[in-house]
């Protein structure tokens, strides 16, 4: 079945260290991104990427860093420098024909917090 | 003004009911808009896309959209207790060819069907 894994799905953090959320899609989707959700709130973008070996910031890319080495796959490391990392994250992929985008889809997020 | 917003919720309907949600956005360029249903703890789940003044249906869902009012909505007929949920609405956001799909969310409308 086509679609988005995520994991883990929860994920625990001490203070001063870096940890990776894992994100692989077999959708044949170009573009991929990074969201957060804060309890009560609407998702904010991190980071994307329409190719492989390309990925530009979004809004709230400060203490977070990423790659996109292959096409499937696109990894997030919240660093250290990430004051408030605590939230839950979602990856999503989508598809785009003639400037319009559809197929917009998120796998099931990666909860994580910190200790 | 916030560049998605939609109508405060919660909302609370009868079983059977027509609901009604609302968004309304600030980029009058954006071509794509979609809308997500998201169970408490759970990633959000794509519902319809919709690029098209005009309708879309998909079952008991339908999906309407202005651009000249900016304005798209979603309309849940026969409402059921398994639609108790948010619903996020997204906006393709950065048009006219740059966007690569980023979505930016309304802070979402929590629907409550009670029996």
């Known amino acids: 079945d086509g679609g988005i894994t995520q994991s883990p799905k929860y994920l625990f953090r001490k203070e001063g260290q870096n940890v990776t959320l894992s994100c692989e899609q077999n959708?044949?989707?170009?573009?991929m991104y990074w969201y957060r959700q804060d309890p009560g709130q609407g998702l904010r973008l991190i980071y994307y990427?329409?190719?492989?070996?390309?990925?530009q910031k979004g809004d709230i890319a400060e203490g977070y860093s990423v790659s996109r080495e292959k096409k499937e796959s696109f990894p997030l490391t919240v660093t250290s420098a990430q004051k408030n990392p605590t939230a839950f994250y979602l990856c999503?992929?989508?598809?785009?024909?003639?400037?319009?985008?559809?197929?917009?889809?998120f796998g099931q997020g990666t909860r994580l917090t910190v200790v | 003004q916030k560049e998605v917003e939609q109508n405060s919720g919660p909302l609370s309907v009868p079983e059977g009911a027509i609901a009604s949600l609302n968004c309304t956005y600030s980029?009058?360029?954006?071509?794509?808009f979609f809308w997500y249903r998201q169970y408490s703890g759970k990633s959000p789940e794509l519902i319809m896309f919709?690029?098209?003044?005009g309708d879309k249906e998909d079952g008991r869902f339908t999906a309407q959209l202005n651009k000249a009012s900016q304005y798209v909505s979603l309309l849940i007929r026969d409402s059921q207790p398994s639609d108790s949920a948010t619903y996020l609405c997204?906006?393709?956001?950065?048009?006219?060819?740059?966007?690569?799909?980023?979505?930016?969310f309304g802070q979402g409308t929590i629907l409550t069907v009670h029996p």
């Open positions: 997204a906006v393709e956001r950065d048009a006219g060819g740059t966007s690569y799909g980023k979505l930016t």
């Open positions: 980029d009058r360029g954006s071509q794509s």
């Open positions: 959708l044949n989707h170009d573009a």
């Open positions: 999503a992929s989508s598809i785009g024909t003639g400037g319009i985008w559809t197929e917009a889809f």
């Open positions: 990427s329409q190719i492989v070996n390309d990925f």
């Open positions: 919709i690029y098209s003044n």
